[in-house]
């Protein structure tokens, strides 16, 4: 009975350092295959020491050791763009190709003052941007999401390179209607200012001689005002360029088509 007792006494401590790993919260996959466990894995990033997990105890973690990891924040995979390791966050788990993504923020400071000679005012305008990345199986290389990548990543399945395709075309399409309208719109511009000056000069001409021609006889009649408007190229390069947003908007459709058809949604 005390030799049994003793074996379960062992086994339960033996169990317990496991157990307190497994039931942690938040976990770091790294690339040696090691996987640890802790009550706390938070990314910072520091002024001297770059980027860096932080665990429990202090620990530190360098990104180019992590594969991914969970956080409070979320599931992160963890990659190198332009040769720049930083994490990403898991937005749409796929069988085969996940989805993830990246906030930037840019900061711009801007000086103004009310009056002229009067003391200047710092303004700070902050811009946001959500950049998307896709990984293929767990193991897979952190890519920007783009046909191109898309179309490699997905070369053993046609149907989805079908998708790709047309989410190409659309985007050809788009970008070919946005600048034939702005081009349309430029001329528009040039033939307005153009129209206008001549307008304007003709007046000009006209009233010089109902001048003239006023001191001896006061009944000429005065020149008609001058015509002021846009030329319609304006208009039809408007429509052109709004047009392209049909095909753009219509790109990110076929994309998520593409990615569903390859994971096995459809």
Not at 240 to 247: D, H
Request: charged content about 15%; proline content about 5%; glycine content about 8%.
């Amino acid at each position: 009975m005390k030799a049994l007792l003793i074996t379960l006494s062992l086994s339960v401590l033996f169990a317990l350092p496991v157990l307190s790993q497994s039931d942690s919260l938040y976990y770091v996959h790294l690339l040696d295959g090691t996987t640890l466990y802790s009550n706390k894995v938070r990314l910072v990033n520091s002024l001297t020491r770059g980027k860096y997990l932080l665990l429990d105890s202090n620990r530190r973690i360098t990104l180019d050791s992590a594969r991914d990891f969970k956080g409070w924040q979320g599931t992160f995979a963890i990659g190198a763009i332009d040769g720049i390791y930083d994490a990403f966050r898991l937005q749409n788990e796929g069988r085969r190709i996940s989805l993830y993504s990246k906030c930037y923020y840019e900061t711009e400071t801007t000086w103004w003052s009310p009056a002229p000679g009067e003391p200047q005012t710092p303004t700070t305008i902050t811009s946001r941007e959500k950049a998307w990345f896709f990984r293929k199986g767990p193991t897979g290389e952190i890519e920007r999401v783009n046909p191109g990548n898309l179309r490699i990543a997905m070369a053993d399945n046609p149907a989805s390179l079908a998708q790709l395709k047309i989410a190409g075309v659309n985007l050809g399409i788009g970008i070919g209607l946005f600048a034939a309208g702005a081009g349309t719109v430029i001329a528009g511009f040039i033939e307005t200012h153009q129209r206008n000056t001549d307008a304007y000069d003709t007046y000009a001409a006209e009233s010089a001689a109902w001048y003239k021609n006023s001191m001896t006889n006061p009944n000429t009649p005065m020149p008609i005002l001058p015509h002021y408007g846009l030329s319609p190229l304006f208009y039809v390069g408007s429509a052109l360029a709004l047009s392209g947003v049909i095909p753009i908007c219509n790109v990110r459709k076929h994309l998520d088509l593409a990615l569903d058809i390859y994971n096995g949604n459809e």
